[in-house]
């Protein structure tokens, strides 16, 4: 037989990947994990008439020839799937967007970069003109929304944005897609978060305000995800962490959410042995100490990969600079020639102010163009240091309302980074 699969703990995204295929393999046995989110569930517990799914134990893993698996790329993620990892003859089939390659080898995958992975599912049922009902189209739209947030993540694409307009087309209906995406949070979820709230605390970590909270939890409680979102916003922190221990089983959940693109959550929870995206994303760890796993998470945002690139790498050098007795019309000609728009103003070698185009725009008469930079430049001076980041840069830039920042150590200029540079820097512009 062959059979469809994903990770525990199923999410729409999940669901409708396994359904999308099962489009494309008719005869597969669509299996899904023991653990499926809530929201999930209920959406199954109305519309099992019209998705069937299988349990891992009703299958006969031996007797398995074909695995199709999505939106997950490792074994250990799978439920009850470790047998087939080493059986003879089994072909795998694999659809992820998740940017880490995994220990699934497949003989054929689609692997991408994506916002959700019901794109890719989507991208093949239109090559092959399969019909999509409106149940499987708000099926797949609730994926889609889902792992995207509406299309609002920072990972979300274009090709994400066309098949949700595709689905719509074919009638998917957003009234039940809003219906099951909105968590349940009750009597549990709020005693919890006000213990959260109550051992609150900040951090810095390379610029950002981070806050980690370590929670004790009695038995099974849902939607913990909404929880630490909900966290995050009410201390307007740019990530926030939920480390929950469990009082049987000695299990650790970490929950983590982020609103700041240069922290990736997916990235940070991949180094947990979980997953997720750069907004999003959850690990499960077994006997270990909440103190220690509270410490593995600070140690992998600090070691977080887009965290470690500095103004140090961005920056320009050498410096082009003017003397403050330098005359305007000197110094615009210096403007000109290099294609600066702004250059710092040094005197006996040490920063005295910046002048740019903008403070040539005070000159209204010809015979000003003589006077000294230093009568018109700007002598409010912010610098940065070499080991901050962009998002450091990018927030003095926007808080002062300058175009570049002086790069400082030991009081001597070593570089400059503008705004074209952090602007390069975020929307993934940077030279090979």
Known sequence: MDIITTHKNTDFDALASVMAANLLFPDAAPVLPKQINPNV???????????????????????VNKLIVVDVNRWERLDSMKALQKLPGLETYLWDHHPDKGNIQAKWACNEDMGATITLLIRQLKEKNETITPFQATLFL??????????????????????????????????????????????????ILFKMLQKADRSKVEGHTVSLSQIDISGHVENLAVVVQMYREILNVDAAFGIFTTNHGGKCIVIGRSKADTLDIGSIMRGLGGGGHPGAGSAMLKDVNPDNVVKLVSTHMRGNQRFSVKIADLMSFPVVTVTSDMTMEAAAMLLREKGCTGVPVVENGNLVGIISRRDFRKIKKESQLAVPVKAYMSSRIITIGPDKNPMQAARLMVKYD?????????NRIIGIITRSDTMNYFYDQLPD
């Open 41 to 63: 569930k209920a959406f199954l517990s109305i519309h099992k008439e019209i998705f069937k799914t299988y349990t891992p134990g009703q299958i006969d893993l031996e007797h």
């Open 142 to 191: 609730a994926g889609l929304y889902e792992d995207t947030g509406n299309l609002t993540f920072s990972s979300t694409t274009a090709e994400d944005a066309y098949a949700a307009g595709f689905l719509l087309e074919r009638k998917a209906d957003l009234h039940i897609v809003s219906s099951f995406l909105r968590p349940a949070y009750g009597e549990k979820q709020k005693d």
């Open 402 to 410: 300058i175009g570049r920042l002086p790069v400082i150590r030991k």
